[in-house]
């Protein structure tokens, strides 16, 4: 009878699973094509196999938080050796003197066994610690789960405790019957075992045959409630890292893609191409994996500067408000005909005309507001376990907006008619670019043609750099400071051009591929050994995404060059200063590009100095609040 109970729980339970999974696989399906995510693992696959290894395996990301991370690592690594108890389960369903060949006597392998059982429950108990104390009915919005299917959650964590509740009760009971297989070793289970010894023989015979049925009805039922919930990640999470952008997504934005190649605007076509996302179907069915794949933990809500200064933009309520459409839609979107759409329900049909972006008077699945609140700062993407892209994303949605739907921060109007008619967003043009070299005393060369191979270095000044009053103080710093070591370097000058990080990042991709193609062909004339950048977002402009374009060139940071120059003892601090000082990291210079430690090395030498960190610092650095356009958007 157990035999038959089992079999018939394993059946349903694969066939609801299973048909859960096709379907969600079916809808996948519905995204644009990707062919570059498959075409970077055929290329790497050894690479990606570490990746496996540490992220998903090791869970580096998740390990950045002590206490959660050790949880879930506890959790994780339990349910990969309960597999065995697992198998264990189901040969008893045949035998009830089973054991795994070669290894199920082992005193060791039970040890482990348990070991790993009590550690999941520690880890549970963590879990539900945390979210006790960080629960969003208390907390509001200053919780990271604000947002997140909490009740699921706890159901979760129910449900875990019951697969190793049930465990353990089934293996005790089979010790009092004499069946279990490991004499020494299983510590836990000699516990429970203890407990039920009183009951007797025959009773611990017949809880035995409950537990181990209930021990794969909870498993299975686990296993079916995980394809309906947030914990489909178990499932998606090695997939989604698998085919992540690498070394991760950060620095350079996606190149504008429709049906899987990279949009040329002189051939595009809007009405048969796609421009960013103006509809769900619109994301690949990577985006669409990214947003079945969340785990709601809230992470990249907690590290957001947006979220953090009251603005709507949570990165994971953005994430599950697409996933929540795209589930609500697919039936629209998996209709084979319009006369099948026609006779879908009217709350499926309405659902598939609700616009991607509108406020709730349009009833749009995604806020203007909440669009245009990214800093672009990359926090969410350093923070997500499960490597979602979500700056990508934001991007793509700004792109249709500006470049379909023409609906943009009304403010930011100027900055890109600035950019398109002058080449710098406050519309001052070439001709005062120079203009801060008059007040050096001493001679920088401005480059007409090629540079000449007597020049080390080509300054990149930057639109702020050169014609913003402050920044022109740093420029003007920085080249008395190269010119005091004696590097030889040169500048654009009225040649040089805004990179366009700016219409980039508003979603104007059209206007940044002018400005950039127009920078590249400078710079190829120029041909310049090595370019150093002060601006952060010019910096990861030139050196990441230049490239996509057919701009390769060395790029450095004026603060690894002035690092390099201090070490080689060609610069040296001139006196004290006795001052504490901290140092801000800029969100692309060091989350997006990973430069922290020369600015802190300059520091270090100059006497006096009492260096003291912010307490978000380096890779959680918090943004200024610049990024993304938003400087050209009212706060």
Request: glycine share 10%; with cysteine; charged share 20%.
């Amino acid at each position: 009878m157990r035999i038959v109970i089992g079999l018939a729980l394993t059946v349903a339970a694969f066939a609801l699973a299973g048909r859960r999974l096709w379907w969600l696989y079916r809808v996948g399906r519905t995204g644009q094509p990707a062919p570059e995510r498959t075409a970077a693992v055929r290329q790497h696959p050894g690479r990606d196999a570490e990746v496996q290894a540490t992220e998903v395996i090791g869970q580096r990301k998740l390990l950045q938080w002590t206490v959660p991370g050790v949880a879930h690592a506890l959790t994780f690594w339990g349910f990969i050796v309960l597999l065995l108890t697992i198998l264990e389960a189901y040969g008893d369903l045949f035998s009830r003197t089973f054991a795994i060949p070669w290894i199920g006597h082992w005193a060791f392998t039970g040890f482990i066994e348990d070991l790993f059982a009590a550690g999941v429950l520690g880890g549970i108990i963590a879990f539900a610690v945390i979210r006790l104390r960080t629960d969003p009915k208390r907390l509001g919005r200053d919780s990271r789960f604000s947002g997140s299917h909490t009740g699921a959650a706890w159901l979760v964590l129910a449900g875990i405790f019951l697969v190793v509740a049930t465990l353990l009760l089934y293996r005790g009971a089979q010790i009092n019957t004499g069946v279990f297989p490991y004499a020494h070793g299983a510590f836990a289970s000699q516990i429970v075992g203890h407990w039920l010894a009183p009951l007797g023989t025959g009773v611990n015979s017949v809880l035995e045959t409950v537990f181990v049925l209930a021990q794969l009805a909870v498993v299975l039922g686990f296993l079916v409630f995980v394809t309906y919930s947030k914990h489909l990640h178990i499932m998606l999470a090695p997939l989604n890292v698998l085919f992540s952008r690498r070394p991760n997504g950060l620095g350079a934005l996606q190149p504008m893609r429709s049906g899987g190649r990279v949009l040329d605007f002189e051939e595009a076509d809007p009405d048969t191409d796609v421009f960013g996302r103006g509809k769900i179907e619109d994301f690949t069915w990577k985006g669409l994996l990214d947003m079945a794949t969340c785990t709601e933990c809230g992470r990249c809500q907690s590290q957001c500067p947006a979220w953090a200064t009251g603005k709507p933009l949570s990165p994971k309520m953005l994430i599950l408000d697409l996933r929540d459409h795209a589930l609500a839609k697919a039936p629209w979107l998996l209709a084979a005909s319009d006369e099948e759409r026609e006779k879908l329900p009217g709350h499926i049909k309405k659902e598939a005309e609700r616009p991607l972006v509108g406020d709730a008077a349009a009833n749009g699945v995604i806020d203007p507001d909440v669009l245009w609140s990214c800093t672009n700062c990359g926090a969410c993407v350093q923070e997500c376990p499960v490597d979602i892209e979500h700056v990508d994303h934001i991007s793509d949605l700004r792109r249709h907006q500006v470049l379909i739907e023409s609906a943009f921060p009304v403010e930011a109007a100027g900055m890109l008619k600035n950019l398109e008619n002058k080449g710098d967003p406050w519309g001052m043009g070439e001709a005062r670019r120079a203009e801060w070299i008059t007040e050096l005393d001493f001679e920088v060369p401005v480059v007409d043609g090629p540079i000449g191979d007597d020049v080390e270095y080509l300054f990149w000044v930057g639109c702020a750099g050169a014609l913003e009053d402050r920044a022109k103080k740093t420029t003007k710093a920085i080249a008395t400071l190269l010119h005091t070591a004696g590097v030889s370097f040169a500048v654009l000058g009225p040649a040089e051009t805004c990179t366009g990080d700016p219409a980039r990042r508003i979603g104007n991709e059209f206007v940044y591929q002018m400005l950039a193609q127009q920078n590249i062909e400078t710079l190829n004339e120029a041909a310049p050994k090595t370019i150093v950048a002060s601006c952060p977002h010019c910096f990861n402009a030139i050196a990441n995404e230049y490239p996509q374009l057919g701009g390769n060139y060395q790029v450095v940071h004026h603060t690894q060059l002035l690092a390099k120059l201090v070490e080689q003892g060609k610069l040296t601090p001139v006196g004290p200063v006795a001052e504490k000082i901290t140092y801000h990291d800029p969100c692309f210079l060091g989350r997006h590009n990973k430069v922290f430690s020369p600015p802190r090395e300059i520091m270090e030498q100059v006497p006096g100095v009492q260096a003291q960190e912010m307490h978000r610092c380096k890779d959680r650095g918090f943004c200024c609040g610049a990024g993304g356009a938003r400087m050209w958007m009212e706060e």
